[in-house]
T-cell receptor
Framework: GEDVEQSLFLSVREGDSSVINCTYT??????LYWYKQEPGAGLQLLTY?????DMKQDQRLTVLLNKKDKHLSLRIADTQTGDSAIYFC????????FGPGTRLSVLP | DTAVSQTPKYLVTQMGNDKSIKCEQN?????MYWYKQDSKKFLKIMFS???????INETVPNRFSPKSPDKAHLNLHINSLELGDSAVYFC??????????????FGPGTRLTVL
């Protein structure tokens, strides 16, 4: 069945770049997504990328997609303390499947 | 003006009780979903309704019964609540039937605590 994997934790210093990685198995995925969940809050759609694109940039966020390796990454430039949250990768192939989430901690 | 709203935001109840969580979306979407997020933050889909018709029904106890009176509402009724039902329940909606090229938009979540 479909599966989405992410590392569970990431710590970075304020001002550094963060890179959150994700791998997925469903080669029929058309869109891949990044959601952000702040403590005690709901899921916020951050960005998404169409599967025929390699890269998408949106202000401090850069999404890279390697479709051959089924690897997706989210880079956050100049990471701030407000970026501390759980980041979920998701793919929409046969179903909408979430990864387990990566908890990003930003250290001052 | 909230796109996907849920009530209540918090629900604390005793084991054995029956409770409902309501969800409404004003996006004009055709499909709505219920997800359960456990204490480890894993998100699992429970149900999906398209135009009031059940299209996804994952393996959940039959104590959970979704009800969709119209395509803008999907309520979740839970009978005989158990300790293991404690979780955050998220409602979501999408424009089409889900799957490819169909972005899901999430409500703020309902934190259910069963004592």
């Amino acid at each position: 069945g479909e599966d989405v994997e992410q590392s569970l934790f990431l710590s970075v210093r304020e001002g550094d770049s963060s890179v959150i990685n994700c791998t997925y198995t469903d080669s029929s995925s058309t869109y891949l997504y990044w959601y952000k969940q702040e403590p005690g809050a709901g899921l916020q759609l951050l960005t998404y990328i169409f599967s025929n694109m390699d890269m998408k940039q949106d202000q401090r966020l850069t999404v890279l997609l390697n479709k051959k390796d089924k690897h997706l990454s989210l880079r956050i430039a100049d990471t701030q303390t407000g970026d501390s949250a759980i980041y979920f990768c998701a793919e929409s192939g046969q179903n909408f499947v979430f990864g387990p989430g990566t908890r990003l901690s930003v250290l001052p | 003006d909230t796109a996907v709203s849920q009530t209540p935001k918090y629900l604390v109840t005793q084991m054995g009780n029956d409770k409902s969580i309501k969800c409404e979306q004003n996006l004009g979407h055709d499909t709505m979903y219920w997800y359960k997020q456990d204490s480890k933050k894993f998100l699992k889909i429970m149900f999906s309704y398209n135009n009031k018709e059940l299209i996804i029904n994952e393996t959940v106890p039959n104590r959970f019964s979704p009800k969709s009176p119209d395509k803008a509402h999907l309520n979740l009724h839970i009978n005989s609540l158990e300790l293991g039902d404690s979780a955050v329940y998220f409602c979501a909606s999408s424009q089409f039937r889900g799957g490819q090229s169909d972005t899901q938009y999430f409500g703020p979540g309902t934190r259910l605590t069963v004592l």
